[in-house]
C-alpha cells in the first residue's frame, strides 16, 4: 500500500491481494469503504500457517478482469484446502 493522493506524479494501481487462513482463527469481521477487517486468534497456539498470492495490472501476465482473479482466488483456496498427497511405493 502507497497512500499517496498526487496521483499527476504517482499513477494509480490496481492489484488484487488475497489471504487464506484458517477459518477457527477468525474471531471477528468488519468492512469500511476499503477495507475487510479480520481479528485473528490463536489461543493455545505456538504458531499458525497461512497463505497469501497477489497480482497486478501492471503484470504482463496473470489477470486482467475482477471476475478471473476472483475465479483463480477461488481456485487457489481450494487447492490449499485439498493438498496434494504423494505416495512412495
Known amino acids: 500500500d502507497w ?19 484458517p477459518s477457527d482463527l477468525i474471531k471477528d469481521e468488519a468492512q469500511d469503504s476499503a477495507n475487510y477487517l479480520y481479528v485473528i486468534g490463536a489461543e493455545g497456539r505456538s504458531s499458525f ?12 501476465f496473470g489477470y486482467k478482469t475482477k471476475e478471473d482473479w476472483f475465479a483463480f482466488v477461488q481456485k487457489w483456496k481450494k487447492e490449499l484446502q485439498q493438498p496434494y498427497q504423494v505416495k512412495i511405493r
Open 3 to 21: 497512500p499517496v493522493n498526487d496521483t499527476v506524479k504517482y499513477a494509480k494501481e490496481t492489484v488484487g491481494v488475497a489471504t487464506c487462513l
Open 49 to 60: 500457517t497461512y497463505h497469501i498470492t497477489f497480482t497486478s495490472m501492471k503484470e504482463t
